[in-house]
């Protein structure tokens, strides 16, 4: 079955993806990089520099910065993050290889959702994120939708290389499948060829490109036995626990996707109640996905990802609905998305009053109840209209007043969950444990290597009793020595050591205190604390402080 396509279709799918690029880069090197990331960065570097090294389970990652490593001639938090964020960019044209099913339109506004929406956002400026599985799951499904096997073997070698989160993936995938084929009784459209000669020639196109991507052209052979290390990687996640509760994950679900999980309880009711298929499998998929994140022991905001993908598909198709606005129905459609926009305003501001006041306070709880007030008059205001005008009118006003307002809330947590607030307004999205002070270290390590030696990277640093990767990656350009305890024998020009009273080097060094990785406090903090994120992006946080030794001599007062 074919589609009309509309008029300028491929300029606006240039539109979204150059929407996508400009959120992903934009001060994409801003934030250092965590433990997390800075371990697959350091590989990537040391590869770059013809290095041997172990590799984490992510080796597309891997191999592909440290191409970009070698033609810069060094790492920069810019160009580690760099191909997530490209990555991540191109995942906008995924829609464009299921229009047949979705219909062009629905396919045009969910690559406008997956360019905007906060935690794709999020993991497409992480190195080594979720983002590379994703992406290529997805493009694998798509190609074989469109019967172009060949590019599918591709992307398939691509997903298979691309980290531990392909498994969850997979699995969320596979079981939603089998839910709906047994409720459907629907049988899917055979996909693999019966040319034995065409298989062949599949498989050695997915095994030529998993050697080739790999192994960088053969010149990294451990980078194939790292992909399959992601399948025990992903194993530890059954067995291992996380301090992410399930709370934070739902509350992640509500604060970062409002229009999207509006749009889609909408879609979500007319497809149970009309039987419409593509409704009923995106929804069994996130549901499925949605559960698979929460009881899985280990889980992480950034898992949340692979539910985004039915979620905002939902949204689309719901929201494709909402532009067959008649001519004669336009002032009323407009009146009723005013009065939308107009209470959910007056919720949000009574919503943010909230965190002038003490939570067991009078006015703390008169606000509260203005809230749910305000809900309930907005969910009374539509039905009214409903019954008494025009269901159409109150269902195409409502929605429209929900892209603007709630439209709004989810830009906000674009910008915020990109790191464009900077570090001071933190995210549920961002990974944890982010080095405060790193560009502070590495500048007071280079005014002291300039002074003593008169290059500001050639002064030796001994990293004392301190399991820090990201330490290590701020550190990069100088000759960086890890140990347990120092060696009495040698005297390092600067030595990093924890806080800590240290009677040694104390006697021969002065010493420099760095806040260093913060940990913020999600899976303590109370309901008003939880407010006051929301409103203010403030929340408690847990710091980690070290110290920088400078060789006592180097100082001219000495």
Request: hydrophobic share 55%; charged share 10%; no cysteine.
């Amino acid at each position: 079955m074919t589609h009309r396509h509309f008029k300028y279709e491929g300029w606006l799918y240039a539109l979204a993806f150059f929407i996508a690029i400009g959120i992903r880069i934009t001060q994409l090197g801003a934030l250092p990089l965590n433990d997390i990331e800075a371990t697959s960065a350091l590989q990537a570097l040391q590869i770059s520099q013809s290095e041997y090294t172990a590799l984490s389970p992510h080796p597309f990652y891997i191999l592909s910065t440290s191409m970009l490593f070698l033609m810069y001639g060094g790492g920069t938090d810019f160009l580690a993050r760099f191909m997530p964020a490209l990555i991540g960019s191109l995942f906008v044209f995924a829609p464009l290889l299921f229009n047949d099913r979705l219909k062009p339109r629905p396919s045009l506004i969910l690559a406008f959702f997956l360019a905007l929406d906060p935690g794709l956002v999020a993991i497409s400026r992480q190195a080594a994120s979720p983002i590379f599985a994703i992406t290529f799951l997805i493009f694998t499904f798509g190609f074989i939708n469109k019967n172009k096997l060949t590019l599918a073997s591709i992307f398939a070698a691509l997903t298979l290389l691309s980290g531990p989160s392909i498994w969850l993936g997979l699995l969320g995938f596979i079981i939603s499948g089998m839910i709906f084929q047994l409720f459907q009784r629907t049988d899917y459209r055979t996909l693999i060829t019966d040319n034995s000669s065409t298989r062949n020639s599949l498989l050695i196109t997915f095994i030529l490109t998993f050697l080739t991507a790999g192994t960088l052209f053969l010149t990294v052979p451990n980078g194939l036995s790292a992909a399959f290390a992601s399948i025990p990687e992903f194993f530890k996640s059954f067995t291992s626990t996380s301090e992410t509760t399930w709370g934070m994950i739902l509350i992640s679900f509500i604060i970062y996707q409002p229009l999207a999980l509006i749009l889609a309880i909408f879609a979500i009711v007319r497809g149970i109640l009309n039987n419409i298929k593509r409704v009923i499998f995106f929804t069994i998929w996130m549901l499925v996905a949605l559960l698979l994140v929460i009881f899985l022991p280990a889980h992480q905001i950034t898992d949340l990802a692979w539910v985004l993908i039915p979620l905002n598909a939902l949204a689309s198709l719901e929201l494709a609905r909402a532009f067959n606005i008649y001519p004669e129905e336009r002032s009323e459609v407009a009146g009723v998305t005013l009065l939308t926009v107009f209470i959910w305003v007056f919720a949000w501001l009574g919503f943010a009053g909230m965190t002038w006041y003490p939570a067991d306070s009078q006015q703390y709880a008169l606000r509260f109840w203005m809230l749910l007030g305000s809900l309930v008059l907005l969910a009374l205001s539509l039905l009214l209209i409903a019954a008494g005008w025009s269901a159409r009118t109150a269902r195409i006003g409502g929605v429209w007043g929900f892209v603007i307002a709630l439209g709004a809330l989810m830009l906000g947590g674009t910008f915020g969950s990109a790191g464009l607030r900077g570090e001071n307004a933190p995210e549920l999205w961002w990974q944890n444990q982010i080095p405060a002070q790193a560009d502070l270290l590495r500048q007071t390590a280079e005014q002291v290597s300039e002074f003593y030696t008169g290059n500001d990277t050639s002064a030796s640093i001994v990293i004392l009793g301190i399991d820090s990767a990201s330490l290590v990656w701020s550190l990069r350009e100088f000759d960086v020595q890890i140990a347990a305890a120092l060696d009495p024998t040698t005297s390092p020009d600067i030595v990093i050591s924890r806080f800590e009273n240290n009677p040694a080097l104390m006697a021969a060094y002065r010493g420099q205190d760095f806040n260093w990785r913060q940990t913020y406090l999600w899976h303590v903090s109370t309901f008003d604390v939880w407010v006051r994120w929301i409103t203010l992006r403030e929340i408690s946080y847990a710091d980690e402080s070290i110290i920088l030794w400078a060789r006592d001599d180097l100082f001219l007062d000495r």
